[in-house]
């Protein structure tokens, strides 16, 4: 374990739940750590809470267009955004996307994966250096959740975007985390890198450029 908290491109850092030490919101630590780390603001970030929480009086199709389309594309939205995902290059994201039937209803009519889903690609097709997701498995299904972890692993290998994950299932995310972050006696930050992650990102990395 160390504090030498550097971050990289492409890093998935883990932060470990303990009551007793995250004292604070998960979004302050988050921003807590990077000032530990000497990130320099404003911060470009897409925060995605773990409800998947909407605006009640936008629809569904609103709600994922709010701060990725301009005001002015009042027609044919899906198609925008449609082109926007394509554009990022990130296909996981509309496959996902093709699983929202709802998208012209408002999310009280419909249920908690519908507006996980909506929640998680409004999130992951904003312009962000870092990603923050608190309990991003939760209301998913094995094939949204699959998908999902794909989408994850392209932004940040493709797209060099940063993703801090907070959630209380560590043992689900430990294959697919390139850190764990913990609190230590004085409550500053202490990071623990998982090396048969790196060493397993190095390789398929290796592949994909061969």
Same mark, same amino acid.
């Given at each position: 374990?160390?504090?030498?908290?550097?971050?990289h491109k492409?890093?998935?850092?883990?932060?470990?739940s303990d +009551?007793?030490?995250?004292?604070? /919101?998960q979004?302050? *630590?988050?921003? &807590?750590?990077?000032? /530990? *780390?000497?990130?320099? @603001?404003?911060?470009?970030?897409?925060?995605?809470?773990g409800?998947?929480?909407l605006?009640?009086?936008? /629809?569904i199709?609103e709600?994922i267009?709010?701060? /990725?389309? +301009?005001?002015?594309?009042?027609?044919?939205? %899906?198609?925008?955004l $449609?082109?926007?995902?394509?554009?990022?290059?990130? #296909? &996981?994201?509309?496959?996902?996307?093709?699983?929202?039937?709802?998208?012209?209803? =408002?999310? !009280?009519?419909?249920?908690?994966?519908?507006?996980?889903l909506?929640?998680?690609?409004?999130?992951?097709?904003? !312009?962000?250096d870092?990603?923050?997701?608190?309990?991003?498995?939760?209301?998913?299904?094995?094939k &949204?959740? %699959?998908?999902?972890?794909?989408?994850? &692993? #392209?932004?940040? @290998?493709?797209?060099g975007?940063?993703?801090?994950?907070?959630?209380?299932?560590?043992?689900f995310?430990? $294959?697919?985390?390139?850190?764990?972050? $913990?609190?230590? =006696?004085?409550?500053?930050?202490?990071?623990? +890198?998982?090396?048969?992650?790196?060493?397993?990102?190095?390789? !398929?990395?290796?592949?994909?450029?061969?």
């Amino acid at each position: 374990m160390t504090r030498n908290n550097k971050l990289h491109k492409s890093d998935i850092i883990f932060f470990r739940s303990d +009551p007793k030490k995250y004292t604070a /919101s998960q979004l302050k *630590n988050f921003i &807590h750590f990077l000032n /530990s *780390n000497g990130i320099k @603001r404003p911060y470009k970030f897409s925060h995605i809470e773990g409800e998947g929480a909407l605006i009640p009086n936008l /629809s569904i199709r609103e709600n994922i267009h709010l701060d /990725s389309v +301009p005001n002015q594309l009042s027609t044919s939205k %899906d198609m925008h955004l $449609t082109k926007l995902l394509e554009k990022n290059g990130n #296909y &996981h994201l509309l496959e996902m996307f093709n699983f929202i039937p709802e998208l012209d209803h =408002y999310p !009280e009519t419909v249920n908690d994966q519908v507006k996980k889903l909506a929640s998680l690609i409004k999130g992951m097709i904003q !312009e962000a250096d870092y990603l923050f997701l608190e309990k991003p498995e939760m209301y998913l299904e094995e094939k &949204h959740l %699959d998908l999902f972890l794909k989408a994850i &692993h #392209y932004q940040t @290998r493709s797209l060099g975007q940063i993703v801090f994950v907070h959630s209380q299932n560590e043992k689900f995310w430990r $294959t697919h985390i390139s850190k764990v972050v $913990t609190r230590g =006696y004085k409550n500053e930050f202490l990071v623990t +890198p998982v090396i048969c992650n790196i060493n397993k990102y190095i390789e !398929e990395t290796k592949k994909e450029a061969a």
